[in-house]
C-alpha cells in the first residue's frame, strides 16, 4: 500500500522523536524537512537523504507540495501558530506539539479556523501514549476508583539548574508565552483532563529563580521573563480537588513525573522517570501493589497519527480544541499568579469562548 509521505517542520530536538516515529512505520515515510537555520537543514538532508528540492526554509513553499499527505510541526512556541494555521489554509493535515500557541487569542484563532475548514489532526500531548496512562483511564472510565476526590502530580527536571545555559528560546516570554508552565505543565493539565475531567479553578505561585543568563549572539545578559517553576491548586468540574508541582529546578531529576488519583473506592499511581509504571490499591488490599499493563494500551504517538490519517483512529488523540482548554487554562494560571488570586474557568468559556 502506498506510504503517507510526511513533512516535519522544525529540526529541533523534538524532530528526533518525530523522525524516529515516521521511520518506525510501515505506513509512512519522510519525505520533506523545513527548517530557518540553513546549516542544520543541510546536514540533516544528507543524514536522512532527503533530496535538496525537499528542504526548506519556509513551511508555506513546503506546503505547497501537492504530494505530501501530511506535517509534524516541531518548531519553538512562538512558531506553533503560523505553522498550523497555515496547514489549516493549505488543507493539509498536522501534528503540532504543545503548547499549540502563545496565548488564548491563538488558540481561539486556530480553534475557528479548522471549523471553519476542518482537517484531520492532532496535538502531541505525549503522555496520552504512555502505557501506564491508557490502563490508568481504562480503570478510573469503569470506576475501580469511585469517585474521585484527589489528583495530586509531579512534573519535575533539573536542567535549569545550569546557569551557563544561555538565554535559549524556552526562558524567554515572546517565544514561549510562558516557561515550566506552557513547557511541563500543559502536559500535566492535559493528563488531569484525560483522566479524571475538567478544571474550573485555579489559585497558583510560580517564581523565576534565575532571573538572568547570557545573550544569544550578544554581549552580555539578558532578562528570564518566564517561570522556572509553578505551582498549581486547582478544582475540577466534579468537584475533586487537585495539586500541581512543576519545576525546571528539581536538583537529580531528569523527566520525572507522578500522578496519583484517589477515589472512594481505590486509588492508582502512575510514574514516569525511565519508563512508566501503575501502581493500584483497591478494597482491602494491605498495599499499593504494581500492574501489567494490557498489550492494547501499548501505542505510539506517531503511529497513532498515522491511524487518524488513515481512518483508524481510536478518539483518544488531543485535538485543537483540547489544545485551546489547555492554553485557557495556561492563561489562567498565569493571571492567578500574577494577581494573586483564585480564578476560576467556567465549562462554558471552555466549550463555547470565542
Same mark, same amino acid.
Given at each position: 500500500?502506498?506510504?503517507?509521505?510526511?513533512?516535519?517542520?522544525?529540526?529541533?530536538?523534538?524532530?528526533?522523536?518525530?523522525?524516529?516515529?515516521? !521511520?518506525?512505520? +510501515?505506513?509512512? &515515510? @519522510?519525505?520533506?524537512?523545513?527548517? $530557518?537555520?540553513?546549516?542544520? *537543514?543541510? %546536514?540533516? =538532508?544528507?543524514?536522512?537523504?532527503?533530496?535538496?528540492?525537499?528542504?526548506?526554509?519556509?513551511?508555506?513553499?513546503?506546503?505547497?507540495?501537492?504530494?505530501?499527505?501530511?506535517?509534524?510541526?516541531?518548531?519553538?512556541?512562538?512558531?506553533?501558530?503560523?505553522?498550523?494555521?497555515?496547514?489549516?489554509?493549505?488543507?493539509?493535515?498536522?501534528?503540532?506539539?504543545?503548547?499549540?500557541?502563545?496565548?488564548?487569542?491563538?488558540?481561539?484563532?486556530?480553534?475557528?479556523?479548522?471549523?471553519?475548514?476542518?482537517?484531520?489532526?492532532?496535538?502531541?500531548?505525549?503522555?496520552?501514549?504512555?502505557?501506564?496512562?491508557?490502563?490508568?483511564? !481504562?480503570?478510573? +472510565?469503569?470506576? &475501580? @476508583?469511585?469517585?474521585?476526590?484527589? $489528583?495530586?502530580?509531579?512534573? *519535575?527536571? %533539573?536542567? =535549569?539548574?545550569?546557569?551557563?545555559?544561555?538565554?535559549?528560546?524556552?526562558?524567554?516570554?515572546?517565544?514561549?508565552?510562558?516557561?515550566?508552565?506552557?513547557?511541563?505543565?500543559?502536559?500535566?493539565?492535559?493528563?488531569?483532563?484525560?483522566?479524571?475531567?475538567?478544571?474550573?479553578?485555579?489559585?497558583?505561585?510560580?517564581?523565576?529563580?534565575?532571573?538572568?543568563?547570557?545573550?544569544?549572539?550578544?554581549?552580555?545578559?539578558?532578562?528570564?521573563?518566564?517561570?522556572?517553576?509553578?505551582?498549581?491548586?486547582?478544582?475540577?468540574?466534579?468537584?475533586?480537588?487537585?495539586?500541581?508541582?512543576?519545576?525546571?529546578?528539581?536538583?537529580?531529576?531528569?523527566?520525572?513525573?507522578?500522578?496519583?488519583?484517589?477515589?472512594?473506592?481505590?486509588?492508582?499511581?502512575?510514574?514516569?522517570?525511565?519508563?512508566?509504571?501503575?501502581?493500584?490499591?483497591?478494597?482491602?488490599?494491605?498495599?499499593?501493589?504494581?500492574?501489567?499493563?494490557?498489550?492494547?494500551?501499548?501505542?505510539?504517538?506517531?503511529?497513532?497519527?498515522?491511524?487518524?490519517?488513515?481512518?483508524?483512529?481510536?478518539?483518544?488523540?488531543?485535538?485543537?480544541?483540547?489544545?485551546?482548554?489547555?492554553?485557557?487554562?495556561?492563561?489562567?494560571?498565569?493571571?492567578?499568579?500574577?494577581?494573586?488570586?483564585?480564578?476560576?474557568?467556567?465549562?462554558?468559556?471552555?466549550?463555547?469562548?470565542?
Amino acid at each position: 500500500m502506498k506510504k503517507l509521505k510526511i513533512g516535519v517542520i522544525g529540526l529541533g530536538g523534538i524532530a528526533n522523536f518525530h523522525i524516529e516515529g515516521i !521511520q518506525a512505520s +510501515e505506513d509512512a &515515510e @519522510l519525505w520533506s524537512i523545513c527548517d $530557518v537555520n540553513e546549516e542544520a *537543514l543541510a %546536514s540533516r =538532508g544528507e543524514q536522512l537523504n532527503i533530496p535538496e528540492e525537499r528542504r526548506y526554509t519556509d513551511h508555506k513553499l513546503m506546503l505547497r507540495d501537492i504530494e505530501l499527505d501530511a506535517v509534524t510541526i516541531g518548531t519553538p512556541n512562538s512558531n506553533h501558530f503560523d505553522a498550523a494555521y497555515e496547514c489549516i489554509q493549505a488543507g493539509k493535515p498536522f501534528a503540532l506539539e504543545k503548547p499549540i500557541a502563545l496565548n488564548e487569542q491563538e488558540a481561539i484563532t486556530l480553534r475557528d479556523a479548522l471549523i471553519q475548514n476542518p482537517v484531520p489532526h492532532m496535538v502531541c500531548f505525549s503522555y496520552r501514549y504512555k502505557a501506564a496512562v491508557r490502563y490508568a483511564k !481504562q480503570l478510573i +472510565e469503569k470506576g &475501580e @476508583l469511585g469517585f474521585v476526590h484527589h $489528583v495530586y502530580s509531579q512534573y *519535575l527536571q %533539573s536542567w =535549569g539548574l545550569n546557569e551557563d545555559i544561555p538565554l535559549v528560546w524556552r526562558f524567554r516570554k515572546d517565544l514561549s508565552g510562558s516557561g515550566a508552565l506552557g513547557d511541563l505543565g500543559s502536559h500535566i493539565l492535559d493528563l488531569h483532563r484525560f483522566l479524571v475531567g475538567e478544571t474550573v479553578r485555579v489559585i497558583a505561585d510560580a517564581g523565576t529563580i534565575v532571573k538572568e543568563r547570557n545573550r544569544i549572539g550578544a554581549e552580555g545578559k539578558g532578562a528570564v521573563d518566564v517561570d522556572d517553576f509553578c505551582h498549581v491548586l486547582a478544582r475540577f468540574e466534579s468537584g475533586a480537588s487537585s495539586s500541581m508541582s512543576i519545576s525546571r529546578f528539581a536538583y537529580g531529576r531528569g523527566n520525572y513525573q507522578q500522578v496519583e488519583v484517589y477515589g472512594t473506592k481505590g486509588a492508582l499511581l502512575y510514574n514516569l522517570e525511565e519508563e512508566d509504571t501503575l501502581q493500584v490499591k483497591f478494597g482491602d488490599e494491605q498495599q499499593f501493589r504494581s500492574v501489567d499493563i494490557p498489550d492494547d494500551c501499548r501505542v505510539g504517538q506517531m503511529q497513532s497519527f498515522f491511524d487518524l490519517l488513515l481512518g483508524k483512529g481510536d478518539g483518544l488523540d488531543a485535538t485543537i480544541q483540547d489544545g485551546f482548554i489547555n492554553q485557557l487554562t495556561i492563561d489562567r494560571i498565569i493571571q492567578s499568579f500574577t494577581e494573586e488570586k483564585w480564578v476560576s474557568i467556567t465549562p462554558v468559556e471552555a466549550a463555547n469562548h470565542g
